[in-house]
């Protein structure tokens, strides 16, 4: 199944990853100015991981995509793809979103990453 999900590994165009274990979807940190928090954010990512996540999801399961510009969505998918490449952990990238031209560009993004295997 191509983009689908069975009960322990997501398959998508390019392989297939098991989704056994503890997954963090990550919240996006901002700072006081009102923009992403980039040093939070490569912090939380690798906490999560280091206390033993299999794995990190961003851009999706909380509803950031809707109001980060892309420019922010690059650089959370550039920040998390660092720590899980570091950490030899895998990165999920959701594309979710009823704008054609955002998931296309999300999807662009999370093939950009996939030095640590980021999935859309």
């Known amino acids: 199944m191509v983009g ?4 322990d590994r997501m398959t998508t165009m390019n392989e297939t990853i098991d989704v056994r ?12 100015r009102g923009e992403v928090d980039e040093a939070a954010l490569d912090a939380l990512c690798r906490r999560v991981l280091e206390d033993g996540a299999i794995g990190v999801v961003v851009l999706g ?3 950031e995509p809707a109001v980060l510009t892309d420019g922010e969505q690059e650089a ?3 920040i998390c793809s660092g720590a ?12 979710a979103s009823p704008d054609n031209n955002v998931r296309e560009s999300a ?5 950009w ?3 640590c295997r980021a999935e859309c």
Do not use: K, N, Q, Y
Not at 107 to 111: D, I, Y
């Open 61 to 63: 399961t909380t509803g």
């Open 84 to 95: 899980c490449t570091d950490l030899g952990r895998p990165l999920i990238v959701m594309t």
């Open 107 to 111: 999807f662009h993004r999370a093939m």
């Open 21 to 32: 274990g503890l997954w963090v979807p990550l919240v996006t940190p901002f700072d006081a």
């Open 76 to 78: 959370v998918v550039e």
């Open 4 to 7: 689908g999900v069975h009960h």
């Open 113 to 115: 990453s996939s030095v």
